[in-house]
């Protein structure tokens, strides 16, 4: 159990597009997702908490207009990044728990990631 | 800022040994986590150790944690080529996780 699919798995675009991440729970219903950033060889830098029915929790210094995060119901949160440029290329993790599980409530289950290439 | 760091930063073992990794924090936490991640990949959870926990077993896997020190350290015994791949510690607060820098295991056969 507690599988969480991510798609696409890569994407390569144009700079001035836009591009959308989808992360969804596979077999729980997650209130709270999270979407992380990382570089290579480094840490994962947490961007955003997204809530099923409200508006995202930015961590300071992430752009909310830039990396929109919509979590419109109990399986599904996007993060769209908009009008990429060169810079944001990275990998992008998302995670969701499961807190019907008490016993696993602290756990995150991540997605397998999102390598994007912005040319 | 970061919560967690991990040392060694890169460790090389042979298949068969132990590998120790280690990690520091620097505030007071409810719960210390351990993940895995393979190369281009999510994050697999290993391992929980609660704030009034000193050691906790899984399989192969060891995990102490010292609050007074603000350090935890991950033990993997008998370790094998599958093992290769980089290990973050990550401090649990309220609902967000903070992850250290991560250790890179390379485990040859």
């Known amino acids: 159990g507690a599988v969480v699919s991510q798609h696409p798995s890569w994407v390569i675009c144009k700079s001035g597009t836009s591009v959308k991440i989808e992360c969804r729970s596979l077999d729980f219903q997650a209130t709270t997702m999270f979407w992380y950033r990382q570089f290579p060889k480094q840490s994962l830098m947490l961007m955003a908490t997204?809530?099923?029915?409200?508006?995202?929790?930015?961590e300071q210094g992430v752009e909310k207009d830039k990396f929109l995060i919509n979590h419109a119901s109990l399986t599904l949160s996007t993060l769209t990044v908009t009008s990429a440029h060169p810079e944001d290329s990275s990998f992008y993790i998302c995670?969701?728990?499961?807190?019907?599980?008490?016993?696993?409530?602290?756990?995150?289950?991540f997605g397998a990631g999102t390598r994007l290439s912005v040319l | 800022s970061q919560q967690g760091e991990e040392d060694p930063q890169a460790l090389s073992i042979q298949e068969g040994e132990n590998a120790t990794m280690n990690c520091s924090y620097k505030t007071s936490i409810n719960n210390l986590q351990w993940y895995r991640q393979n190369s281009g990949r999510g994050l697999v959870h290993l391992i929980l150790?609660?704030?009034?926990?000193r050691e906790k077993h899984s399989g192969r896997l060891r995990v102490t944690l010292d609050t007074s020190k603000k350090s935890s350290s991950l033990l993997i015994t008998a370790s094998r080529a599958a093992d290769t791949a980089s290990y973050f510690c990550a401090t649990s607060g309220y609902s967000t996780l903070t992850f250290g820098k991560g250790t890179m295991l390379l485990v040859s056969p």
């Open positions: 150790i609660r704030s009034n926990e």
């Open positions: 997204s809530n099923e029915g409200s508006k995202a929790t930015y």
């Open positions: 995670s969701a728990r499961d807190t019907t599980l008490v016993a696993a409530k602290n756990i995150q289950y």
